[in-house]
């Protein structure tokens, strides 16, 4: 069983970038899809990008494209969220989730890489806060 922990989040000004972190834990990195949500106040958790650090294979919602970057560092078992050009609206609890590869695949087969359903493992979440 994966044990994932987000950090990095803050108070950012408008403009601004920020990175996320997600390290993982207990189990082996290269056996699972990782994954970032969100949740602003009052709005439906959010999938914003995926990837399977077997391969580095990423996917990104179209509502973040160009401004968020996901990628890993297998060495440390831990991946990463850039986030550039930073909006009043990005404002939100960040979550980092982990599904199993075989499942994740499934999924991604049927053109769903972040349907929340399939992340069994969830952090706790870190808060990002954009200042306009």
């Known amino acids: 069983e994966v044990h994932v922990a987000e950090s990095g989040g803050g108070l950012v000004q408008a403009g601004g970038s920020l990175r996320l972190s997600c390290a993982a834990s207990?189990?082996?990195?290269?056996?699972?899809?990782i994954a970032w949500f969100r949740q602003a106040p009052g709005k439906e958790r959010e999938g914003v990008s995926c990837i399977t650090p077997s391969d580095g294979t990423t996917y990104y919602a179209d509502s973040v494209k160009g401004r968020f970057t996901i990628s890993s560092d297998n060495a440390k078992n831990t991946v990463y969220l850039q986030i550039d050009s930073l909006k009043p609206e990005d404002t939100a609890v960040y979550y980092c989730a982990a599904a199993q590869w075989a499942v994740w695949a499934l999924y991604n087969k049927a053109g769903a890489p972040l349907e929340a359903e399939q992340y069994d493992y969830w952090g706790q979440g870190t808060q990002v806060t954009v200042g306009s």
């Open positions: 207990g189990s082996s990195f290269d056996d699972y899809a």
